[in-house]
């Protein structure tokens, strides 16, 4: 069958578009001019800006400002389209020029378009539900990209939120597992002290669960939004029921307790919010990498290395030498940082290049910060389901590392003295005799009091005072 085309008309010109497409000549004019990344617009994105419009036309509808028909048709194409219906008609790249014009054009088009249909009319009959007049109604731009950029936050965060809570858990669960363990603690990849292997995994969850709470805490900014404030914050062209009541409808639909924001005008021009919450998932993915660092260096080996710890085998590590096993899910763990903390850079940058009274540059904050958070999301699951749950502890390995190293002469200091205890170390490392046999040779210590204060326990916790 051939393809059939309508024209569609605008203040530039005219443009023929395929008659099946719901989207309409702004959203044709975007794609053509803003083929960027290849990645559309994020479609949790999208849908928190039709949730916007349907929002808008209760609100509109209820208080008599929209003709309940029309209301009743652009609310109808709303719900198809939070039931997942019409998905490829949002086409405009995820970075656009025009402060997200054209991501909030697309939607009122499809959303139009359906609307349209619902009346009995014909996709680009515009006289019937205006993309502008109609779905847009008492809204600019430039409150619904950012209300529907934080909505999407919201959303993304609750699902790395969950995830952050999976990996707390199944890394306690290791500290409790390993706490019998002593193993030799570094610092600066040289030997320094005793302690249990399952003090390191504590170390890692009260690390992530800090993380988690710092996210937690920085999306409360994001519960405040700009509706009503229309292009710059002064609310013009709306009316007083539509401004007085658009906060709570959005936040009836949304599940969000969201509220307006004091200053339309700050809430419009600024974006700090955003980020906030970029520098939170900053400091996780150093804390994460930070993290999976540790993991390749006690897995190392498994025969030449640390080999404190066995990491599950996921698959082969190389093409060339049999049997090699990479730690390919802390590697990946580490790639997914990386990308976030290059991600914060952009936002922050983006967002100090805001002008006056708008940031025209929200489009790569959203598409950098929702990245952020879906690349965290699944760097975070697959951590937790396929590296730290199958963790092993090389037992004999951390206690031949322990028994090799002269760190334990450190507990040796209050009782024969730093010069001393330095010099038995030396001793040790030259002549390869215990530290334990040079005290006792030397008669430094006796047998009873030198056993109680090298105690692999005592040695890793807060010591009682010295009688």
């Not at 990645?39 to 849908?47: D, E, G, K, M, S």
């Not at 965060?157 to 952050?164: D, G, Q």
């Not at 002269?406 to 200091?413: D, E, K, M, P, S």
Request: proline share 3%; glycine share 8%; net charge negative.
């Amino acid at each position: 069958m051939e393809k059939q085309f309508r024209t569609e008309s605008d203040s530039v010109g005219e443009l023929s578009l395929d008659s099946t497409a719901y989207y309409g000549i702004e959203t044709l004019r975007a794609k053509g001019n803003f083929e960027i990344t290849g990645t559309r617009v994020n479609l949790t994105f999208v849908r928190n800006i039709v949730l916007i419009k349907k929002a808008a036309a209760a609100v509109n509808k209820a208080y008599g400002l929209l003709d309940a028909q029309k209301a009743d048709a652009i609310i109808a194409a709303c719900d198809e389209i939070l039931h997942g219906k019409h998905r490829k008609d949002f086409i405009v790249d995820a970075v656009q020029g025009g402060a997200g014009t054209s991501a909030n054009m697309n939607v009122n088009e499809v959303i139009a378009n359906i609307a349209i249909e619902h009346l009995g009319g014909t996709k680009g009959d515009y006289t019937l539900i205006s993309p502008t007049d109609h779905v847009n109604m008492e809204q600019s731009t430039n409150d619904v990209i950012p209300t529907a950029g934080k909505l999407t936050v919201l959303a993304l965060a609750r699902e790395l939120i969950a995830e952050l809570g999976r990996l707390h858990a199944a890394l306690l669960s290791k500290a409790k597992e390993f706490d019998g363990i002593l193993k030799m603690g570094r610092t600066q990849l040289q030997d320094a002290v005793p302690m249990r292997l399952g003090q390191a995994f504590h170390a890692f969850a009260t690390a992530v669960d800090r993380s988690k709470a710092r996210i937690e805490h920085s999306l409360g900014e994001m519960r405040t939004i700009n509706m009503g404030a229309t292009a710059i914050g002064t609310a013009i062209n709306t009316r007083e029921a539509y401004f007085s009541h658009i906060t709570e409808e959005l936040s009836r639909l949304s599940g969000e307790t969201l509220h307006r924001a004091d200053d339309l005008f700050d809430g419009t021009q600024n974006v700090d919010g955003f980020v906030a919450v970029s520098g939170t998932l900053k400091a996780l993915a150093v804390n994460l990498s930070k993290m999976c660092n540790d993991l390749r260096l006690m897995s190392s080996g498994p025969r030449t290395g640390l080999g404190e710890i066995i990491l599950p085998a996921k698959q082969n590590g190389s093409s060339i030498m049999p049997g090699k096993i990479n730690p390919v899910i802390p590697e990946v763990v580490n790639q997914v940082c990386f990308l976030v903390i290059g991600h914060d850079v952009t936002v922050t940058m983006a967002a100090e290049a805001g002008q006056l009274e708008l940031n025209a540059f929200e489009p790569v904050i959203f598409y950098q910060l929702f990245e952020s958070l879906r690349a965290l999301t699944g760097a975070v699951k697959t951590l937790s389901d396929n590296c730290v749950v199958g963790i092993e502890a090389n037992r004999e390995r951390c206690a031949e590392w322990v028994s090799r190293s002269v760190g334990i002469v450190t507990a040796l200091n209050p009782y024969i003295g730093y010069l001393k205890a330095a010099a038995i170390a030396k001793e040790s490392l030259k002549t390869g005799e215990p530290i334990r046999s040079i005290v006792l040779r030397e008669g430094l210590m006796d047998e009873k009091q030198l056993d109680e204060v090298l105690d692999p326990l005592q040695l890793t916790e807060p010591r009682r005072p010295r009688s």
